[in-house]
């Protein structure tokens, strides 16, 4: 049975690469490339398509924004994000969001094949360096216990010669946990990491 497969990428060369390679498996059809997120999400509800690849960075909507729209539309549709970009919170962010194929573009084109037909059968497929990143986002991100009570005293806004004393160690300790957990967290000041940290729960401010 032909799938059907709409591809959206505002780089038509990048576009038109993965279009020959999917033409050349069988029973896989391009229906549609298109250039940017609103299109996407116009030409996946209109033909409903059994697969979407989208590219993270788009025009209009990026690629998860167009996956959180389009399925309500085409709720049968299977969608993947195809990108360039390889920050592993990110990936991270893509594999929560219910993703149901990732693949990064400097992989080689049959295993990207590969996946999108595993895909279109029904089955999740995150490609191997995606699972990397995606593992080592988690690792980054699990603090200790320490780290942990340095980000709850920043919440309550205390300094880190505050902290020191309370936790019985040295305010450049302190600083040491802090700059990790903006590491952790990828985020580059103390404001951003408490927002962050809000939205994910781990403080209540």
Not at 39 to 67: H, Q, T, W, Y
Not at 100 to 115: A, D, R, T
Request: hydrophobic share 40%; net charge positive.
């Amino acid at each position: 049975m032909v799938k059907t497969v709409i591809i959206a990428d505002d780089h038509p060369f990048t576009a038109e690469g993965m279009r020959r390679a999917l033409q050349k498996v069988p029973n896989i059809h391009v229906v549609a490339l298109v250039e940017n997120g609103i299109d996407a999400i116009s030409e996946i509800k209109r033909k409903k398509p059994d697969g979407a690849l989208l590219d993270l960075s788009m025009p209009g909507a990026n690629g998860l924004e167009v996956f959180m729209e389009a399925r309500r539309w085409s709720p049968l549709t299977r969608f993947a994000i195809i990108t360039g970009r390889s920050a592993a919170p990110l990936f991270r962010k893509i594999d929560e969001s219910g993703m149901h194929g990732l693949f990064v573009k400097n992989e080689p084109p049959e295993e990207i094949c590969q996946g999108v037909v595993a895909m279109l059968e029904g089955k999740r497929f995150i490609s191997h360096y995606a699972q990397m990143l995606i593992a080592k986002a988690k690792e980054n991100t699990e603090l200790s216990k320490r780290e942990y009570q340095v980000l709850q005293g920043l919440a309550r806004g205390q300094t880190n010669r505050e902290l020191a004393d309370i936790l019985g160690v040295s305010p450049k300790t302190v600083d040491t946990h802090r700059t990790n957990l903006l590491r952790k967290m990828d985020v580059s000041s103390t404001a951003s990491l408490l927002v962050t940290a809000m939205r994910k729960g781990m403080i209540d401010i």
